[in-house]
């Protein structure tokens, strides 16, 4: 069966500091993989997608970055956060045309200062 | 344009009895998918249901069953028989055509009294 990781659980980081939040999956190739953030009540939104090692999609500008080094790794990154950058981040995969739900991961609860 | 509409913030029902949440969508594509899922307080998004916009009969699962209305563009959550361990918040989302972009609402937190 498949599973999703991801880590850190939760993160307390200083503005302007770096940021790298890594999701992997095991049991599946070639997933489709993904990055939402969840601000606090509020719902899901988009913020990266891939569908391949190195194909990176980006759906909202902002001073995040994506990274897909193996096929089943997917890396979050900033070079500096911002308070506005806190948030609940979930990660999340799917196999196109086989099947078109997406499984997500536990998430990381990121907390800005 | 907001593409996925909540409209119940909260919702409560009685254990055993059966709840619907509701989702309205707005969309020109002709091919798109509706899901629904629950958060629960630990906040991992659990995947419930999943209706094609061609399916022709409503999607079920279980306890879960979709209201899918095309013509209204509604996909309504029917929970039956509800568990205390429903009590989540629970997202519709929708996916056009090829994208890969799942646009959420903004969800509906459902609380199950004993």
């Known amino acids: 069966s498949q599973t999703i990781h991801q880590w850190p659980a939760t993160l307390v980081q200083p503005v302007g500091s770096p940021l790298s939040l890594e999701c992997t999956v095991e049991?599946?190739?070639?997933?489709?993989l993904y990055w939402y953030r969840q601000a606090a009540g509020r719902g899901l939104q988009l913020l990266f997608y891939?569908?391949?090692?190195?194909?990176i999609s980006s759906e909202v500008p902002q001073n995040l970055s994506a990274s897909r080094p193996q096929d089943r790794q997917f890396i979050l990154s900033s070079k500096k956060l911002l308070l506005s950058d806190s948030g609940f981040y979930l990660c999340?995969?799917?196999?196109?045309?086989?099947?078109?739900?997406?499984?997500f991961g536990p998430g990381t609860r990121l907390t800005v200062l | 344009a907001q593409k996925i509409t909540q409209t119940q913030p909260g919702m409560f029902v009685q254990e055993k009895e059966a709840v619907t949440l509701d989702c309205t969508y707005d969309?020109?594509?002709?091919?798109?998918?509706l899901f629904w899922y629950k958060q629960p307080s630990s906040g991992e998004m659990i995947f419930l249901i999943y209706?094609?916009?061609?399916?022709?009969q409503n999607a079920t699962e279980g306890r879960y069953s979709l209201n899918f209305q095309k013509a209204r563009k509604s996909a309504n959550l029917v929970i039956s028989a509800s568990q205390l361990g429903d009590s989540a918040m629970y997202f519709c989302?929708?996916?056009?055509?090829?994208?890969?972009?799942?646009?959420f609402g903004k969800g509906t937190k459902l609380t199950v009294n004993p």
């Open positions: 999340a995969w799917s196999v196109l045309l086989a099947d078109p739900r997406k499984y």
């Open positions: 049991g599946t190739s070639n997933p489709n």
């Open positions: 891939s569908v391949g090692i190195g194909q």
């Open positions: 969309t020109s594509d002709p091919s798109y998918g």
């Open positions: 209706q094609g916009s061609y399916d022709q």
């Open positions: 989302a929708m996916r056009e055509g090829g994208s890969e972009k799942l646009v």
